[in-house]
């Protein structure tokens, strides 16, 4: 099997798991490694890690930015559906994978390689969410995964393979959690984390400051938005990525967008994860926000049904097949009236809606009054009670 292999094209962050990997797989394998690094907004200098994957033994580094793709393909639709997986996670790190694998896969078709690989755990997620990806594109596709291959049994045998080595790497016996971050969130899990009832270290949060700390005075914004996407921020209009990265700053000043919370993987295990994700929590608030004046109640309704199901989709690796893209088309017809502005309130990890308008608003003030008015017949909504009390009526009869 080894000897079919001379080229792979390794899914590389720079991290602990890629940067051991690279050494591992040219080691394992007697092959030709290639780095493939996408910037996604992880906020990383690109050029030090392309230098650190030659050093630690890649014979080629492909670097590509990635972030307006990442929010307008993938984040924008995500947003539209309002997918949120067990009523808190917003999904940053599973829609992520799927844009890498096929980044990636574009790299593998270029250099004519036999194989790809990606630093993902036996345990968890990632490593179906890339290998589902890497299938839906080319069925043939050889895949190295050293997690479930290598020796290693912990984070620390890494670290402490690459010391030996000189592999340097972010990851400490002090601070062994393993960090993921992106244009939309920062994931955080494992070593100190794994513990349900221990706090996360006050000094492990990266984009936003604690509520506590946060200022003391509110600050209110606006968000337009046309279609379900959001496209300017009080009144500036702005590209997909860069919206996102002003309400990141906007969400982490005040406190905004932390998670912690014990979620169910697909392979079947609990695991506890801290992220942050302040403007994707700015941005689900906003958008719940337009869509409560523009959507039909039904339309919502059913829209709303679907949303768990298009979450578990995203989180357990699902973006390139049919039941997702069947989705989108649902969640997308549903967006068409979703335009106007919503405004919030920030403050000291709260964000709250303020206010919200649109020119295609189905609220109707003249309905919805206590005041007098001369639209609604309220002696009607007997009949309407008494039709609907029909069914409940027997169970009355009969003792129930």
């Known amino acids: 099997m080894n000897k079919k292999i001379k080229k792979v094209v390794l899914a590389y962050s720079g991290g602990l798991d890629t940067s051991v990997a690279i050494r591992w797989i040219k080691e394992t394998y007697r092959c030709e490694v290639i780095a493939f690094c996408a910037d996604l907004g992880q906020g990383e200098d690109l050029e030090a890690i392309r230098k650190k994957a030659l050093a630690t033994g890649a014979s080629k580094v492909y670097t590509e930015d990635l972030r307006e793709i990442f929010a307008m393909d993938y984040l924008f639709p995500m947003l539209r559906a309002n997918a949120v997986y067990e009523g808190s996670y917003l999904l940053g790190t599973s829609i992520a994978r799927p844009l890498i694998a096929k980044a990636q896969m574009e790299v593998a078709r270029r250099e004519k390689a036999d194989a790809v690989s990606h630093g993902a755990t036996g345990k968890g997620n990632d490593q179906v969410r890339f290998e589902l990806a890497y299938l839906s594109i080319d069925p043939s596709i050889k895949i190295i995964a050293p997690w479930r291959e290598w020796a290693f049994d912990s984070r620390q045998s890494l670290i402490d393979y690459a010391r030996k080595y000189k592999i340097p790497v972010t990851a400490t016996k002090e601070k062994p959690y393993s960090m993921d971050r992106n244009l939309f969130h920062i994931s955080y899990e494992g070593g100190v984390l794994e513990d349900p009832w221990a706090a996360p270290p006050n000094d492990m949060f990266r984009l936003t400051v604690s509520p506590q700390k946060a200022p003391d005075h509110a600050q209110k914004i606006e968000i337009a938005y046309e279609a379900g996407n959001p496209i300017a921020v009080d009144g500036t209009k702005l590209s997909p990525a860069a919206l996102i990265v002003r309400l990141n700053d906007l969400g982490g000043l005040h406190g905004i967008g932390r998670v912690d919370l014990v979620e169910n993987r697909y392979v079947g295990i609990k695991s506890r994860g801290v992220y942050e994700t302040p403007g994707g929590t700015i941005l689900h608030a906003a958008h719940r926000a337009i869509e409560s004046i523009t959507m039909d109640r039904e339309v919502m309704h059913l829209r709303d049904s679907l949303i768990p199901q298009y979450a578990e989709m995203v989180y357990n690796g699902y973006w390139f097949s049919p039941e997702r893209e069947m989705l989108q088309n649902a969640m997308d017809a549903a967006q068409k009236n979703v335009t106007g502005v919503a405004r919030l309130t920030l403050y000291k990890g709260n964000c709250t ?38 069914r409940l009526q027997p169970r009355v009869k009969k003792g129930k």
């Open 353 to 390: 809606i303020a206010g919200r308008k649109s020119d295609r608003s189905l609220y109707n003030p003249e309905l919805a009054t206590f005041e007098a008015d001369t639209v609604y017949n309220q002696r009607l909504a007997e009949g309407f009670i008494r039709l609907n009390a029909l």
